[in-house]
């Protein structure tokens, strides 16, 4: 929904792994270019390092861009069934796509 894709899945597993597999990637609002951010593994856990910016860092917008991650709307709601009832409209029971293009959808 905010434009935000995670690919979780490790290169070691994927079957044609590529710079996006195992990756975070995030477009910009306007579409003209993308942040990349690959994801690494300790056990079973995929994550990235961080960092808590200076206070130098996070007031230089121009050196520093700011990618939002999440949105203000919808609100999150862990116990709503509209999701799945979304992803049961889209595929049958074997779990085969019936709607490519979500416009479509019933």
């Given at each position: 929904?905010?434009?935000?894709?995670?690919?979780?899945?490790?290169?070691?597993?994927?079957?044609?792994?590529?710079?996006?597999?195992?990756?975070?990637?995030?477009?910009?609002?306007?579409?003209?270019?993308?942040?990349?951010?690959?994801?690494?593994?300790?056990?079973?856990?995929s994550y990235f390092d961080v960092q808590k910016p200076t206070t130098a860092e996070w007031d230089?917008?121009?050196?520093?861009?700011?990618?939002?991650?999440?949105?203000?709307?919808?609100?999150?709601?862990?116990?709503?069934?509209?999701?799945?009832?979304?992803?049961?409209?889209?595929?049958?029971?074997?779990?085969?796509?019936?709607?490519?293009?979500?416009?479509?959808?019933?």
């Amino acid at each position: 929904m905010s434009g935000v894709t995670i690919n979780d899945v490790p290169k070691f597993l994927a079957p044609n792994p590529s710079v996006n597999t195992h990756a975070i990637k995030i477009k910009s609002d306007d579409g003209s270019h993308s942040l990349l951010i690959p994801l690494s593994l300790k056990g079973v856990t995929s994550y990235f390092d961080v960092q808590k910016p200076t206070t130098a860092e996070w007031d230089d917008h121009k050196k520093n861009c700011r990618y939002e991650l999440t949105l203000d709307e919808p609100i999150w709601d862990p116990s709503t069934d509209e999701y799945q009832g979304m992803e049961e409209r889209m595929v049958n029971y074997r779990g085969e796509v019936l709607y490519r293009d979500r416009s479509k959808m019933p």
